[in-house]
């Protein structure tokens, strides 16, 4: 007689695996987020271990938790034991175990509340603060996404696109899943119009210069993700215009990117012979030692505009202001060393973007 093999009864705190079908609101999000809804109570370092073990299946197929799932994706769920030694959880009542996810601290929630530029029922517009990831992972418990879904529980906020964790300025958070494919549309075919200010070592002297230099994103130092210029590697276009000179120290260039690549104004300028002040991964570590005498304390990139058109009509343009710290280092050169203007001193010496009365909350409509 043969009898059946054994299978263990499910510990009650273990879900069941389930196949969930991607509804057309949840359409063009990124996986993690997506499991993160459907598993509300899993702290989201899990989601991404359950993710990346092949756990999580999309339509039968292994996925990255940045892949962006279609409406009728079949997306399967895996059985989840959650444990009390989870970071993020806590013990309920008579045992039971309930994650309570990353507790984002209120003066950060307050920062980036402070820090939007505009709002509508589409979109919202950050200055990002530099040293704030834009979303949590790699050994981070939260970001900006995350900071802004706990200040506004009630929406769906998803990223439009990523700035480093070091660089400040204009970041677009998307309200609605709609607004997301729109502007992840606009983004692939680069009709979305952004440009950084960034202090570079040295005299500039290449004028109005257009890099084109493809870039790999997948190379590794010492475990580290580092781009390099590589022939094989992807298309990466970007244009430098001379701001403002300090002697031949250093110069304020507006760089617009025309491709999207990771790190790519940072390898660019540091292939041009003029690597971006305060850079420690790609940068001149004598020049930093001698930025740092001046205030620099980090990476000299500020993403200061953005503009697009909408699908539907509508043409919005948004404007961050150069932070503090970064105005004082500009000030330091002023004082310490006579300069040479590209153009107009007083570009680099006002905030882009007019008046903070006027800054705050504007679209420019044409």
């Not at 204009?170 to 729109?182: F, H, I, N, Q, T």
């Not at 010492?222 to 276009?237: L, M, N, P, S």
Request: hydrophobic share 35%.
């Amino acid at each position: 007689m043969v009898y059946p093999p054994h299978t263990p009864p499910e510990p009650a705190n273990r879900s069941q695996a389930q196949q969930i079908p991607v509804s057309d609101e949840q359409a063009g999000q990124r996986l993690d987020r997506v499991l993160s809804a459907l598993l509300p109570e899993v702290p989201r370092t899990r989601i991404f271990r359950l993710i990346r073990k092949g756990e999580v299946r999309v339509n039968g197929k292994r996925s990255s938790p940045e892949h962006r799932v279609q409406a009728g994706d079949m997306v399967r769920v895996p059985p989840v034991r959650l444990e009390a030694t989870e970071a993020g959880t806590t013990t309920g009542a008579e045992g039971e175990v309930r994650a309570s996810g990353p507790r984002v601290p209120r003066a950060l929630i307050e920062q980036l509340e402070s820090a939007i530029l505009y709002e509508d029922d589409r979109l919202l517009v950050l200055n990002k603060p530099s040293g704030v990831a834009v979303h949590g992972g790699s050994g981070l418990s939260f970001g900006v996404i995350e900071a802004l879904r706990a200040s506004r529980p009630g929406e769906t906020l998803e990223l439009a696109h990523r700035l480093d964790r070091d660089t400040s300025g204009c970041l677009l958070v998307a309200r609605k899943a709609s607004a997301l494919r729109e502007l992840h549309a606009l983004l692939r075919e680069n009709q979305v119009h952004k440009q950084y200010l960034v202090l570079v070592c040295g005299r500039w002297e290449l004028g109005h210069k257009h890099v084109r230099a493809a870039l790999r994103t997948d190379t590794r130092v010492g475990g580290e993700r580092t781009v390099r210029v590589d022939a094989q590697g992807k298309e990466a276009h970007t244009e430098f215009r001379l701001v403002q000179q300090f002697g031949a120290r250093a110069s304020l260039l507006e760089a617009t990117l025309h491709s999207g690549r990771t790190h790519q104004i940072r390898v660019h300028a540091a292939y041009c012979g003029h690597p971006v002040a305060g850079d420690e991964k790609y940068g001149d570590d004598a020049a930093n030692q001698e930025f740092k005498t001046l205030g620099l304390r980090r990476l000299f990139l500020h993403a200061h505009s953005c503009s697009f058109d909408w699908p539907r009509g509508g043409g919005h343009s948004f404007s961050a202001p150069l932070p503090d710290d970064l105005r004082a280092v500009l000030d330091a050169f002023a004082a310490s060393r006579p300069v040479r203007a590209g153009h107009s001193p007083s570009r680099a010496g006002s905030k882009p973007g007019g008046s903070a009365a006027g800054r705050r909350g504007r679209s420019d409509r044409r």
